[in-house]
């Protein structure tokens, strides 16, 4: 079974400071995504990383995808209060066979960022 | 350009109850996905379609959850003989093309509550 570990689980930190969630896991996997889900709605994808060692910016959000493929960080500069919302790390892996890709989740990070 | 939906957004059921909860993926998705999120937890895979075959059911976590899809576009997912354990929210996601890597697009969810 492969599993996605987050860190920190909770976190609450001041309007303007940066942060930086991570995902961890003893699996490699082909590429991996990070989602972003507030309540009562469903997860929606901010970005996947396929390459090992891969950076992407989306605006002032930064992930990077381990060298090795098994970890990946989410790094948020002067955080706003509108980054509030629960962030979720995925693992997509290869399976043989002809099943289906069957997302691994993280736990998730539950972010507050107070005015 | 609707995406996916799902109904009902709640459910109460008495345990021993029945439920049946329909996702309406966006048009013209092959793939469709169910998930179960517990309260704090991330999204886990229960089973993967793709149009009408179900390929993956191997996280449904036992005999008395069921789902279909027969014309390859609305899916249910049943659940009978509820038991407390089962209240979660359950995450529809549907995608143009077949996994791995895609990008799945998830519906808000049904959340369910077994009394």
Redesign the interface.
């Known amino acids: 079974t492969q599993l996605l570990e987050q860190s920190p689980q909770f976190l609450s930190i001041q309007e303007g400071e940066n942060l930086t969630v991570y995902c961890n896991s003893s699996s490699v996997f082909s590429s991996l995504q990070w989602y972003r889900q507030e309540p009562g709605e469903g997860p929606v994808l901010l970005v996947t990383v396929v390459t090992g060692g891969e950076v992407k910016k989306l605006k002032r959000l930064t992930f990077q995808f381990g060298d090795a493929r098994k970890d990946s960080s989410l790094h948020i500069t002067a955080a706003q209060p509108g980054d509030t919302g629960l962030y979720l790390c995925a693992g997509v892996s290869r399976y043989s066979g002809g099943g289906a890709d069957g997302l691994t989740f993280g736990k998730g990070t539950h972010l507050i960022i107070q005015p | 350009g609707a995406g996916?939906s799902q109904s009902p957004r709640y459910k109460v059921a008495k345990r021993g109850q029945d439920v049946a909860l329909r996702c309406d993926p966006i048009s013209g998705h092959v793939?469709l996905?169910w998930?179960q999120q517990a309260l704090?937890?991330?999204?886990?895979?229960l089973t993967?379609f793709q149009n009408e075959a179900q390929?993956?059911k191997?996280?449904l976590p036992s005999d008395r959850f069921f789902a279909e899809r027969p014309e390859g576009s609305v899916s249910t997912l049943k659940i009978q003989r509820t038991q407390q354990e089962d209240s979660a929210v359950y995450?529809c996601?549907s995608s143009l093309v077949t996994?791995?890597?895609?990008?799945?697009?998830?519906?808000?969810?049904t959340r369910l509550l077994v009394l």
Do not use: I, K
């Open positions: 996916v793939s996905f998930y704090g937890q991330g999204p886990e895979f993967y390929l993956d191997s996280g995450l996601a996994p791995p890597g895609e990008t799945q697009y998830f519906g808000p969810g």
